[in-house]
């Protein structure tokens, strides 16, 4: 799995995962890769920072960090985290999402889902949103 910087037409920067080079290259003439932000689908790579590793005090020493974790298992953490500090709204996630941007209800960490309509309306609001695939895990 290859993680590639992406940028689209309006200058939001994200990520994407790919198989490889070409997986991005057929996914993006096929205006499949959008931006989480916007949706939009003009999208190009942008040059990455780097990291830089270290040799190892002892041979086979490794330290071990977020880079020693599978995509999946990266995934997994994300999907945990946000199940547990995010309040499931539901279907009701654009109306809920309107009513805390104009102070309505409390602030706080929603998620849920919407239709394309729904989230339009959100950003023509001023509504900062993100959408997050959710992986389905086997168990």
């Known amino acids: 799995m290859i993680i590639y910087d992406l940028k689209c037409g309006k200058q ?13 290259e057929e996914q993006r003439a096929g205006k499949l890769i959008t931006c989480p932000l916007c949706g939009s689908s003009d999208v190009a790579m942008v040059p990455s920072s780097i ?3 270290g040799k190892s005090r002892e ?7 977020l880079g020693d974790l599978s995509p999946m298992k990266m995934l997994a953490m ?20 309107l ?3 104009r102070g309505e209800e409390e602030k706080r960490n929603i998620r ?9 309306a959100l950003r023509e609001e001023g509504v900062e949103f993100m959408k997050i695939p959710v992986p389905k895990f086997d168990s």
Do not use: C, Q, S, Y
């Open 12 to 24: 939001h920067k994200f990520e994407g995962w790919f198989k490889d080079l070409a997986a991005f």
């Open 59 to 65: 041979p086979g020493e490794r330290k071990a960090g």
């Open 112 to 120: 849920g889902v919407t239709t394309g309509r729904e989230e339009d």
């Open 99 to 101: 009513k805390i941007h």
């Open 51 to 53: 990291a830089v590793m």
């Open 78 to 97: 994300i999907n945990d985290f946000v199940t547990k500090n995010f309040d499931d709204v539901g279907e009701r996630f654009a109306e809920v999402a």
